[in-house]
């Protein structure tokens, strides 16, 4: 089969490798691709914020799979426009996709379906959010209503600055866009957790349970990221509460989509709080996480393209999916000044003496090849992923790793997985 992917970070490299690692993928392409994906794939050069130019280049290359990677095509449309050429892709419609897109509609539709979220209030404009924010205690969360690249969402810590917030949001100071809704909501306390299941629409299998730490400093301490590192072991979650999981949140929400006529199939990834008070939804996303991907894919040991045609062909009740026993780890290495400003363009060392280790996968976020060499191209670089036996090996391997790379600048946490070895 001729496989496209579309995509640029280490999510879609890591679908890449996954792809790789088929049978059934003869011929594989990435738009755009990076530095890493370039190794394995041929990369053709395409604007994911352009619906005509992917809608042109899959005409062009008539794969028989396309893969969609982020959110923004989805947003798009890109799945819709596909289907009605005759193409078959993977990931949401423009309507399903509106569970990420939306916050306001996702607030709703949870309330709607009685799944559990924080309470909250939806407003549309900034004399409506001043009244609501009397209704909450600080901590007050407040969220801009669209795509926002994790930017959209600010704790606050008195009312008067959720207030503040609110008003950025609507005036565009904020986010340079004006927010048409915003979402003020009650903080929630807790552990984060990664839930992402794959559905056909009617049916939902959950992928290995993963846990992002999406802080830029050790601790879990200043701005929030695209995600510094995540691991996944079993231990995350036990039998029980994953099937409550499935049963009140992941379930509902496939069927409340399909009741609504807007079904979806895709990855759900379901961000959620583990509360005093149960998991609560905190977001969904409607593709793979970032790193998520790259330490949930190092597990699976099915071939990645047959479960997602599963999806595709309404069979997933018919696949079960086989996991390595143990535990993976992702450690991200940043850019000087990611989140911020970041250089680029500098050449990376080491990688091949990193690959060689055995259990370590080193998947590329933001390279590219010039002039035959690797060099950094965006805020999170690498991300380093390796599998073995307990999360601490893990750990010890993708560190050790980390150790043989080299840039100028180079960042990286060096606590991952503190909250699962604190526990242990
Ligand atoms: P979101 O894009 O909605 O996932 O929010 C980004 C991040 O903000 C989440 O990963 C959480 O760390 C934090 N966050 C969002 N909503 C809440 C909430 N209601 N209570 C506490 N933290 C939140
Ligand atoms: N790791 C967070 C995300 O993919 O949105």
């Known amino acids: 089969m001729k496989l496209l992917i579309l995509g640029a970070g280490g999510r879609e490299h890591a679908i890449a490798w996954a792809a790789r690692r088929s049978s059934r993928v003869t011929e594989l392409v990435c738009a755009p691709g990076n530095g890493g994906m370039a190794a394995i794939a041929r990369c053709v050069p395409v604007n994911l914020s352009d ?5 042109a280049l899959v005409e062009m290359e008539k794969p028989e799979l396309t893969i969609v990677g982020p959110e923004l095509p989805l947003s798009l449309g890109i799945v819709d426009e596909l289907a009605a050429r005759g193409f078959r892709a993977f990931g949401p419609t423009k309507e399903a996709a509106m569970l990420e897109t ?3 509609f996702a607030k709703r539709f949870l309330q709607r379906h009685n799944i559990p979220t924080a309470s909250y209030a939806l407003c549309v404009s900034a004399a ?4 609501a924010v009397e209704r909450f205690h600080a901590p007050i969360v407040v969220k801009a209503d669209g ?3 994790g930017k959209g969402v600010l704790i606050c810590e008195s009312r008067q600055t959720a207030i503040e917030a609110a008003e950025g949001l609507f005036s565009g100071a904020l986010l340079g866009e004006p927010a048409s809704q915003v979402v003020i909501e009650e903080f929630l306390e807790g552990e984060e957790l990664s839930f992402l299941c794959l559905s056909d629409g009617k049916h939902v299998v959950p992928l290995v349970p993963a846990q992002d730490h999406k802080r830029i400093g050790e601790g879990d301490t200043g701005p929030n990221t695209g995600g510094m590192g995540v691991y996944s072991t079993d231990s995350l979650l036990d039998a029980n ?4 999981i499935l049963r009140h949140i ?3 929400t496939v069927r409340g989509m399909a009741e609504e006529e807007t079904p979806f199939q895709g990855v759900l990834y379901i961000g959620l709080m583990m509360t005093a008070r149960g998991p609560q939804v905190l977001e969904f996303n409607v593709r793979f996480g970032d790193p998520e991907t790259q330490a949930i894919l190092l597990r699976l040991e099915n071939d990645l393209i047959d479960a997602l045609e599963a999806c595709i062909d309404g069979k997933l009740a018919e696949t079960a999916l086989r996991w390595t026993p143990g535990a993976s780890a992702t450690v991200i290495a940043s850019s000087a000044g990611y989140p911020g400003k970041y250089p680029t363009g500098l050449p990376i060392t080491g990688l091949d003496a990193a690959a060689r280790i055995p ?12 002039d035959e060499r690797i060099v950094t191209s965006g805020g999170r670089v690498l991300a380093v992923t390796a ?6 090996q893990a750990l010890d391997l993708a560190y050790e790793a980390m150790g043989e790379i080299r840039f100028d600048g180079i960042y990286f946490r060096r606590d991952i997985g503190h909250r699962a070895l604190g526990r242990a």
């Open 387 to 392: 599998a073995a036996d307990t999360l601490q």
């Open 241 to 244: 509460m994953t099937e409550w």
């Open 102 to 104: 939306s916050k306001g």
């Open 147 to 149: 795509l926002a690249a």
């Open 359 to 370: 259990g370590v996968v080193v998947f590329h976020s933001g390279t590219a090849l010039k």
């Open 128 to 131: 409506e959010a001043r009244e």
């Open 250 to 252: 992941a379930e509902p």
């Open 51 to 55: 619906l005509d130019a992917m809608i």
